[in-house]
């Protein structure tokens, strides 16, 4: 049976229309419509694609770290949903090797059991620099193993990104893992540029949450920041809540890079969707005060920020054009992800992931395959 909706103003990823909207069924996309008739519902507001973040730790009081289950992979996405996200990567903080093996079967059962949303997994670390660590545990940081690299490479994962600082993971496993179809990002690194362009060229084709926890860019030294900003292939992606980024350095990275290379993440842990301003991470806290997620000695720990308000920033505080703010928030990560003909955009065999934003950019409702969910915590 198909379904429609029709808003006032449509964006299907690339232009904007008047009074045009979609029609689906079984998940997917089949005519872009318009109203059959003079009384026939117009939704208010703005229909755009769903928002896509590749890099979410948590949601809805949840940790995936914590509790690597399916059902909270169900949960995160539940709490994200209120905020326009229809697709994820539950990125997994650096542990001990049980947990990313937990954690990997809880996405291998999701994806199977078709778990509205899950695209695969995002590991961030273990195999990362300590000088810039961040929040990740120093006695879990440490040279992959076999064990890990197969279980990179396991195919029933979906979408895998690892994230590693490349003067700890030589560029031969850099070149297997690419092979494999592992999406290697790099971060948490002090690498010089000479090692970020030998990591890029053997297939590394994105960088984790730009200029947090890698090497600055200096006059005489590029770092890892000046060397992602001067290539043009890889992805960024850029946490916009006005507390990991300067909004000047954010404008850079947009400039420099394009909308086509950048996107919005959130790197959000359990606090989005949650009323608990204080919440567990391993044997610390993490606390929120207004928006800003800190230890208690102040180290700025996560965000705890979401797509839609991502999105306002980019737009209204640092200047871009709607749609730029809206393609770094689908259709680049589809891009990135390779599922650009299928996500990020609202056409004809694209699958119905959409949200109804009001004239604030506020989520008024969010599909997922279709399917219109509850929007609780919004």
């Known amino acids: 049976m198909h379904q429609r909706v029709i808003a006032k103003r449509f964006f299907d990823g690339q232009n904007w229309h008047q009074n045009k909207g979609v029609q689906w069924q079984d998940g997917r996309i089949t005519a872009i419509i318009e109203p059959q008739s003079a009384h026939e519902q117009c939704f208010y507001g703005m229909l755009v694609p769903g928002f896509i973040d590749v890099q979410v730790n948590g949601g809805g009081g949840v940790l995936f770290n914590a509790t690597p289950t399916v059902q909270a992979l169900s949960d995160i996405l539940q709490a994200h949903s209120a905020f326009g996200t229809t697709a994820m990567l539950p990125t997994l903080i650096t542990d001990e090797l049980l947990v990313i093996e937990k954690a990997a079967d809880a996405v291998a059962r999701a994806i199977a059991a078709n778990v509205p949303g899950i695209l695969g997994v995002h590991f961030e670390g273990p195999h990362l620099s300590v000088p810039k660590r961040g929040i990740h545990k120093s006695e879990f940081i440490r040279p992959p193993s076999d064990a890990e690299l197969a279980l990179y490479c396991r195919q029933d994962l979906g979408k895998v990104i690892l994230t590693i600082a490349p003067e700890t993971v030589p560029v031969d496993i850099i070149r297997e893992l690419v092979s494999k179809g592992v999406r290697v990002c790099l971060g948490h690194s002090n690498a010089d540029a000479e090692t970020v362009i030998a990591a890029l060229e053997a297939g590394a084709s994105g960088f984790t949450h730009l200029f947090n926890a890698m090497s600055p860019m200096q006059s005489?030294?590029?770092?890892?920041?000046?060397?992602?900003?001067?290539?043009?292939?890889?992805?960024?992606?850029?946490?916009?809540?006005?507390?990991?980024?300067?909004?000047?350095?954010?404008?850079?990275?947009?400039?420099?890079?394009?909308?086509?290379?950048?996107?919005?993440?959130?790197?959000?842990?359990?606090?989005?969707?949650?009323?608990?301003?204080?919440?567990?991470?391993?044997?610390?806290?993490?606390?929120?005060?207004?928006?800003?997620?800190?230890?208690?000695?102040?180290?700025?720990?996560?965000?705890?920020?979401?797509?839609?308000?991502?999105?306002?920033?980019?737009?209204?505080?640092?200047?871009?054009?709607?749609?730029?703010?809206?393609?770094?928030?689908?259709?680049?990560?589809?891009?990135?992800?390779?599922?650009?003909?299928?996500?990020?955009?609202?056409?004809?065999?694209?699958?119905?992931?959409?949200?109804?934003?009001?004239?604030?950019?506020?989520?008024?409702?969010?599909?997922?395959?279709?399917?219109?969910?509850?929007?609780?915590?919004?």
């Open 220 to 378: 005489r030294a590029p770092g890892m920041v000046g060397t992602a900003l001067a290539d043009d292939n890889s992805y960024c992606g850029l946490i916009l809540d006005h507390h990991h980024v300067h909004s000047l350095c954010a404008k850079v990275a947009i400039k420099a890079k394009g909308a086509s290379r950048i996107m919005l993440v959130t790197d959000a842990m359990a606090h989005v969707g949650s009323s608990n301003p204080s919440l567990p991470y391993f044997d610390v806290e993490i606390h929120r005060v207004g928006d800003k997620l800190t230890l208690d000695d102040g180290t700025l720990a996560g965000s705890a920020l979401d797509m839609a308000t991502a999105v306002r920033h980019c737009h209204r505080d640092l200047g871009f054009p709607l749609e730029n703010a809206l393609q770094m928030a689908s259709s680049s990560p589809a891009a990135f992800l390779g599922l650009g003909n299928e996500l990020g955009a609202l056409k004809a065999g694209y699958r119905a992931d959409m949200v109804l934003l009001d004239d604030n950019l506020q989520v008024q409702q969010s599909w997922i395959g279709g399917h219109r969910q509850q929007l609780q915590g919004n």
